[in-house]
C-alpha cells in the first residue's frame, strides 16, 4: 500500500536454542500495517513479542521467515533505516560521553555536518528539558534524563517514523506527560510513531490505532474509537421522581441507586432504555441525564487476552 | 565518516578508561625501573634496559589488548549501547572497523608514551636517543593490533573469559610457534599431532614480529625483515577483522 510507512508480511522469528534450550518462538506470522501520520501503539503483556518485533523493525535481530518494508523499502536496505528515530526500552547510553557529546556522535553517524550537529543537539536538548544537563557526563544521569536524551537522540535525524519501545516507562508522571506532548507534537508535524507500551492509559490518551500481541500473534488491530469508544456497555440513566412512584416503573432486574428523589440505574440492554424513558414521563418524572458508558481501553485488552 | 564517527567514539571511551590509564602508568613506570635494575648489571646496563622496556611494552600491549580489545565489544553488547548504534544507516562491518580503528589509535598512542619512556632511559644511560629500537617498537605495535583483533573476534562470539583466555592462549601459543614445529619433527606422532599442526598453522607466528632480539643485541638483520613483518601482521589482521565481520554481520543482538 502506498501510504504504509511499515509493513511486515508473515513476519515470524525463532530463538534459536543455545546449550541445552529449547528453541524459542517469539513471533508467529506478524502482518502488521501503519499508516502514514499516525500514532500507532502497539499493546500487548510481558514476552508477548512487542520488543522483539521492534527490533526486527530496527534491524537488531533478523526474521525467520517473513519480509519487513520499512517506508517503501526493504528493511535489508541500508537506508529503510535513513529517516527513523528509535528509542529502546530502558536505554543505556555512553556513560562516558555528555549528553551533548553522545547526541553529536549520533548526528555524525547520520553524517551530519558539525554545526548542524552542534545547532540539533542544542534545539532538541531544549526539547527534552536537558539544557543544563548537556554537558554533564550521562554516568551521572537519573533515569528520566538518560529516558529523555534517548529520546533527543531519536529525533536527531529529524526523522519521519519513530519507533519507541516502551517510552513512558521509567519516568514519573510529570515526565510521562511530557513525552505524551513531545509524542502529540511530533504527530502534529505529520509524522509517524510507532510505540509499544503496558501503561494503557497513556496509549489511551495518544493513540490513533492500536494493535493487541500475545503469545507471539496479532490478535486485535483497529482504530481507538473502533474498538474502545464505540463499544457501550451500558447506558446510565438519571431522573427525578417521587420516590412513592419508583417501584412502579423500575424493571425486576435493575438496581437503583437513589437519592431523595434523585434515582440512577444502569441499562446493560440498549433495548431497555426507551421503555424507562416512557415509564419516567408517563409518572411525572423529569430526565436529568441519560450517559452511555463505554469500555475502556484496559478492559477491552483484559478481554481480548482472555479469549486469546 | 561512520567508521570514523565510531572511531572517535571508541577513542574517547578507551582514552577516559581508568584501567588503561592504571596499565599504561604502571608501564611507564616498570620503564623506568629498568634505569635501576641496569644499575645492578655489571656490564650489560644499556641492553638490561632496552631488554627489559621491550618486553615491558609487549607484556603491558597484551594485557591492553585483552582487557580493553575484549571490554569494547562485551560492553556494547551486556549494555546494549550498541543497540542505539546499529540501529541507524550504518553497516555492521562499519562499525567493528570503527571500534577496531578508535583502538588501535588508543593503543598507538599507549605504545608511543611507552616508547618515549624507553627512549628516555636510553637516553640517559647512552647520552643519546637510540632510534635503532624504533623497527622492533613498530613490530611490537602490529603485534598488538594482531592480538587485539583476535580479542575482538572471540568476544564477539564467546563469553567475556572464554575470549580472555583463547586470546592469552594465542599470545603464548603465537610465541611458541617454531618451538612447536621443532616439537612435531623431533617426536613421533601420538595421534595428536593433527591438533598441533592446526593450532601451528591457525596461530599467527608472533616471532616473525620479534626484532626485540636483534636490537637489543644490536645483531645484524635485513631490512626486509621488518616489511615482512608488516605484511604478515596487516594481512593477519585484515583476515581477522573480516571474519569477526562476517560474524557479527550475522549476529541476533538480543
Not at chain 1, 504504509?4 to 543455545?18: A, C, F, M, N
Not at chain 1, 550521562?138 to 534517548?150: D, H, K, P
Not at chain 2, 637510540?130 to 562470539?157: G, K, N, Q, R
Not at chain 2, 581477522?240 to 543482538?253: G, H, P, S, W
Request: overall charge neutral; proline content about 3%.
Amino acid at each position: 500500500m502506498a501510504d504504509s510507512v511499515i509493513q511486515t508480511v508473515s513476519l515470524s522469528k525463532v530463538y534459536k536454542g543455545e546449550l541445552e534450550h529449547k528453541p524459542v518462538t517469539a513471533l508467529v506470522d506478524l502482518n502488521l500495517e501503519v499508516q502514514r501520520g499516525e500514532v500507532y501503539a502497539f499493546l500487548g503483556p510481558n514476552g508477548a513479542g512487542k520488543s522483539t518485533t521492534i527490533k526486527l523493525l530496527t534491524r537488531l535481530i533478523f526474521p525467520s521467515t517473513g519480509t519487513i518494508t520499512i517506508q517503501g523499502k526493504d528493511i535489508r536496505d541500508r537506508y529503510a533505516l535513513d529517516r527513523i528515530g528509535f528509542m529502546p526500552e530502558q536505554p543505556n547510553l555512553y556513560g562516558y560521553l555528555s549528553g551533548r557529546e553522545f547526541l553529536d556522535y549520533v548526528g555524525a553517524i547520520f553524517r551530519m555536518s558539525r554545526s548542524v550537529r552542534k545547532e540539533r543537539a542544542i534545539e532538541l536538548l531544549q526539547l527534552v528539558g536537558l539544557e543544563k544537563g548537556g554537558e554533564r557526563a550521562i554516568r551521572g544521569y537519573s533515569r528520566g534524563m538518560t529516558q529523555r536524551l534517548a529520546l533527543a537522540q531519536a529525533l536527531m535525524n529529524d526523522p519521519d517514523l519513530l519507533i519507541l519501545d516502551e517510552p513512558m516507562s521509567n519516568l514519573d508522571p510529570i515526565g510521562r506527560k511530557d513525552v505524551r506532548d513531545i509524542i502529540l507534537n511530533l504527530k502534529e508535524e505529520g509524522k509517524t510513531i510507532f510505540f509499544s507500551s503496558h501503561i494503557l492509559s497513556d496509549a489511551e490518551m495518544i493513540a490513533d490505532r492500536i494493535g493487541i500481541l500475545n503469545e507471539g500473534r496479532l490478535v486485535q488491530v483497529g482504530t481507538m474509537s473502533k474498538l474502545v469508544d464505540k463499544q457501550i456497555v451500558s447506558t446510565e440513566v438519571t431522573f427525578e421522581i417521587a420516590p412513592e412512584k419508583l417501584s412502579s416503573i423500575i424493571q425486576k432486574d435493575l438496581t437503583p441507586v437513589q437519592q431523595e428523589n434523585r434515582v440512577m440505574v444502569r441499562l446493560s440492554d440498549e433495548s431497555q432504555l426507551s421503555e424507562l424513558l416512557e415509564s419516567v414521563n408517563q409518572s411525572g418524572g423529569k430526565i436529568i441525564s441519560v450517559i452511555p458508558q463505554r469500555k475502556s481501553l484496559e478492559e477491552y485488552f483484559i478481554a481480548q487476552l482472555g479469549r486469546n | 565518516m561512520r567508521i570514523w564517527a565510531v572511531a572517535l567514539n571508541t577513542f574517547k571511551e578507551t582514552i577516559r578508561n581508568r584501567i588503561l590509564l592504571n596499565i599504561l602508568f604502571f608501564a611507564i613506570g616498570l620503564i623506568l625501573l629498568s634505569l635501576v635494575v641496569g644499575e645492578w648489571s655489571m656490564y650489560q646496563q644499556v641492553k638490561v634496559i632496552k631488554d627489559f622496556g621491550l618486553s615491558a611494552m609487549s607484556i603491558f600491549g597484551l594485557l591492553i589488548a585483552v582487557f580493553i580489545g575484549i571490554r569494547l565489544m562485551v560492553q556494547e553488547l551486556e549494555q546494549k549501547t550498541i543497540y542505539l548504534i546499529i540501529s541507524k544507516p550504518i553497516r555492521r562491518w562499519e562499525f567493528v572497523l570503527g571500534k577496531y580503528l578508535g583502538l588501535s589509535i588508543t593503543l598507538a598512542l599507549n605504545v608511543l608514551l611507552m616508547s618515549l619512556a624507553l627512549w628516555g632511559a636510553s637516553y640517559l644511560m647512552e647520552g643519546y636517543i637510540d632510534w635503532s629500537l624504533t623497527p622492533a617498537i613498530i613490530l611490537l605495535y602490529v603485534e598488538i593490533l594482531l592480538v587485539v583483533a583476535f580479542s575482538m573476534l572471540f568476544s564477539s562470539f564467546m563469553m567475556p573469559t572464554v575470549s580472555a583466555i583463547a586470546t592469552l592462549m594465542i599470545f603464548i601459543v603465537g610465541h611458541l610457534s617454531d618451538f612447536l614445529m621443532e616439537f612435531i619433527a623431533l617426536y613421533p606422532d601420538k595421534g595428536y599431532h593433527w591438533l598441533l599442526n592446526a593450532i601451528y598453522h591457525v596461530a599467527p607466528n608472533l616471532e616473525k614480529l620479534n626484532l626485540k632480539i636483534a636490537v637489543v643485541e644490536d645483531l645484524p638483520y635485513d631490512s626486509s625483515v621488518l616489511t615482512f613483518g608488516l605484511l604478515y601482521g596487516f594481512s593477519y589482521i585484515l583476515i581477522l577483522l573480516i571474519i569477526t565481520a562476517i560474524v557479527f554481520e550475522r549476529k541476533d543482538l538480543k
